[in-house]
């Protein structure tokens, strides 16, 4: 049986593999939701993105995500990862999202995306920074915002969104957009993972697992490309069908 030992892939980094492949599900999930919402756009599959089935799915790929922030930043401080290796990935990330908010505003001007995953991603990634060297005080930050937000209004920022949609005249129906809390939560509560050492459980190797392990490895560049390659895919079978039938 072909397999390959995640362990020696990620050995040259000193890299999780479990944390890779944690991160890959989410990639892997992620492409799906995108896939169907292509074959949805062409009239091949009807449904509501607004449904429970849906709204669930997306926020497991969200948690995923940005669960994996507090997790590798615990484990990236925990390592004595310098801060110029930080301050790069910063840079990549903000570059990232801007060109992102540069695109759709091209291509789709009402539906632009002024704060997708992308934006959040960099904020939080600088918010848990600090946070990821205590992961106790982090996830009793993450307990404390979830229940102010379930159980109050404080967080409703109903002037903030005036400003936003009515001021500012940002599209209300963009094509991405998360909020800040409380999926700030999900980020917090990542680096109690690293302090559990979740991180350091064997999974199979195998090559289903080293080809999720390797999207988890290159999530940014696989996030930027697979959309543009699948609503290619898609668009051009569609141009096929409809020249045949």
Do not use: E
């Not at 110029?84 to 990549?92: D, N, P, Y």
């Amino acid at each position: 049986m072909l397999s390959l030992n995640l362990n020696q892939l990620h050995k040259p980094d000193n890299r999780s593999a479990f944390l890779d492949i944690y991160r890959g599900t989410a990639v892997l999930l992620m492409i799906v939701f995108h896939f169907c919402w292509d074959l949805r756009h062409f009239g091949y599959l009807d449904y509501s993105l607004t449904s429970p089935f849906w709204v669930g799915f997306r926020a497991v790929i969200v948690f995923l995500f940005l669960s994996a922030i507090g997790w590798s930043s615990y484990l990236a401080v925990q390592s004595g990862q310098p801060f110029s290796r930080f301050r790069k990935h910063m840079a990549v990330l903000l570059l990232a999202a801007t060109s992102i908010s540069l695109v759709t505003y091209i291509i789709f001007p009402k539906q632009w995306i002024f704060f997708g995953i992308l934006h959040f991603i960099f904020l939080a990634s600088i918010a848990v920074r600090p946070m990821a060297r205590t992961p106790f005080i982090s996830l009793a930050l993450a307990v404390a915002i979830a229940a102010m937000y379930w159980l109050t209004d404080w967080f409703a920022f109903t002037d903030f969104k005036h400003v936003l949609y009515n001021d500012l005249n940002l599209p209300r129906k963009t094509v991405d957009i998360i909020a800040p809390i409380p999926w700030i939560c999900a980020v917090f509560i990542g680096p109690i993972f690293g302090y559990l050492k979740i991180h350091t459980f064997r999974l199979p190797s195998n090559l289903i697992t080293a080809g999720i392990a390797v999207m988890g490895r290159y999530a940014l560049r696989v996030y930027l490309t697979h959309q543009i390659i699948l609503f290619s895919l898609v668009a051009t079978a569609h141009y096929l069908i409809t020249k045949l039938t």
